[in-house]
Nanobody, 124 residues
Framework: QVQLVESGGGLVQAGGSLSLSCVAS????????MAWFRQAPGKERELVAA????????LYADSVKGRSTISRDSAKNAMYLQMNALKLEDSAVYYC?????????????????WGQGTQVTVSS
């Protein structure tokens, strides 16, 4: 069983930036992909960004493309998300997720391991 722990959330002003981190521990960690999802009240959990572990290939949701960067450090079993030009609609609980098997649709149901989530609140 892998444990995922997120950090870096908090209160940020609109237009500002934040960095999220996710560190994995437990069994040998070699996922197919890791991802950041977010969930706002009353909404479905949605993909923010994902990255393949071996090749480091990123994937971004249209809503964050161009203002976000996802990265990973395999030596540290860690994944990061840098978000800039934050908007009010970026407010949500952000979750780190990983999946050992090939992911097709990058829907939240495709991922088997989850962190506890970290709150990001963007204020005006």
């Amino acid at each position: 069983q892998v444990q995922l722990v997120e950090s870096g959330g908090g209160l940020v002003q609109a237009g500002g930036s934040l960095s999220l981190s996710c560190v994995a521990s437990g069994r040998t960690f070699n996922p197919y992909a890791m991802a950041w999802f977010r969930q706002a009240p009353g909404k479905e959990r949605e993909l923010v960004a994902a990255i393949t572990w071996l090749g480091g290939n990123p994937l971004y949701a249209d809503s964050v493309k161009g203002r976000s960067t996802i990265s990973r450090d395999s030596a540290k079993n860690a994944m990061y998300l840098q978000m800039n030009a934050l908007k009010l609609e970026d407010s949500a609980v952000y979750y780190c997720a990983s999946e050992d098997f090939p992911v097709r649709a990058y829907h939240y149901t495709d991922f088997g391991s989850w962190g506890q989530g970290t709150q990001v609140t963007v204020s005006s």
